[in-house]
């Protein structure tokens, strides 16, 4: 659970943030949820793994909603990404598939590699059309604004 000052912090994290550091901090939201709920089904914990894959999709549809597919092809192709991950979860959760749970953590894993090395060539907030043709060409062709409009807390932890 999030202190008043853990809270404040990540609230400035996020409102502080690039976009491109927005997005690595989504995926790797989106990871640690995915990573709960397969622990929460290994230890037995239906309900804890439940809420934490509900979670993880919520934090995949707040990524898919920042995609601007009109950018290019490249966008299109992010979306499709993230849409073929949620609906894949969707099907995981439903019929408890270990393995398509697992495969998703791996996708998300390299994902957040792939943000992880844009923050680092790019530590600087660029203007948006920058930013997409950047990404296209470091961050296998990926680019993508995210949006946040859930609660801090949902996809986001100081804990990360």
Known sequence: MNTPSNQA???NQVLTATPQKLQLMLIE???RFARQGLEGWQAGENEAASEALVRCRKVLSNIQAGIKPELSEAAQR?????LFLFQ???MAQMNRSVQDLEDIIKVLEIERETWSQLCEQMPESP???QLAAAVEVTARDMPVV???DMP?????????
């Open 78 to 82: 992010s979306a499709s990404l993230y």
């Open 152 to 160: 801090i807390s949902e996809g986001f932890s100081a804990e990360a």
């Open 127 to 129: 203007a948006e059309t």
């Open 88 to 90: 894949t979860l969707t």
């Open 146 to 148: 995210p949006t946040v």
């Open 29 to 31: 939201g989106a990871t």
């Open 9 to 11: 912090y990540l609230e």
